[in-house]
């Protein structure tokens, strides 16, 4: 036997089969969904998809922890917005080059969304990212969270609120979606 052979044996346990054929079944979808969620926060087709991939190397470590959990896509997508918040603070905005005046505005709405995210309680960017940017429903948002959905929708307006304070009373739910 060859040694990568052997070596991939190893890996992938004794009987030769995958780890976990459903991870591999689920990656491509999850992986999508997690890099959108990154590039509404990032703006950055590059930087999202790093972000997409450690949202699953993240998952791929949890996986038989997570795999059967009725949230496991508001788990992956969480994740994916949690990491996408904490690079957009590492970030340096870098210089526009091309069409600066649609592209100022589009940097410096997604900069206001971070910060506005930002400021809020945990559940509530939990569940503004969940609803809005990973396109949960309020049901589906409750399930990933852990919560009745009246919690959820409870979370959702306090986050909505507290986003309006931040950003202006003009504020709406579709800026979002950017």
């Given at each position: 036997m060859?040694?990568?052979e052997r070596i991939d044996k190893v890996a992938l346990g004794s009987s030769g089969d995958s780890l976990d054929d459903s991870f591999e079944a689920?990656?491509?979808?999850?992986?999508?969904r997690a890099a959108k969620v990154a590039y509404r926060l990032l703006g950055d087709s590059s930087a999202a998809e790093d972000v997409a991939a450690e949202a699953m190397a993240r998952a791929y470590a949890h996986w038989p922890k997570i795999q059967s959990l009725p949230y496991?896509?508001?788990?992956?997508?969480?994740?994916?917005?949690?990491?996408?918040i904490d690079a957009s603070r590492r970030r340096v905005p870098a210089p526009l080059v091309q069409d600066p005046l649609d592209g100022t505005e589009a940097a410096t709405l997604r900069l206001a969304l971070i910060g506005a995210l930002q400021s809020l309680p945990r559940?509530?960017?939990?569940?503004?990212?969940l609803r809005y940017l990973s396109g949960l429903r309020e049901d589906e948002v409750a399930v990933a969270l852990g919560v009745s959905a009246g919690t959820a929708s409870t979370?959702?307006?306090?986050?909505?609120?507290?986003?309006?304070?931040r950003l202006g009373k003009d504020f709406r739910e579709d800026a979002l979606v950017i």
């Open positions: 060859a040694r990568a689920a990656y491509r979808e999850l992986f999508t496991r896509d508001g788990w992956v997508l969480r994740v994916a917005s949690n990491l996408a559940r509530q960017r939990q569940a503004v990212v979370h959702l307006r306090r986050g909505l609120d507290g986003m309006r304070i």
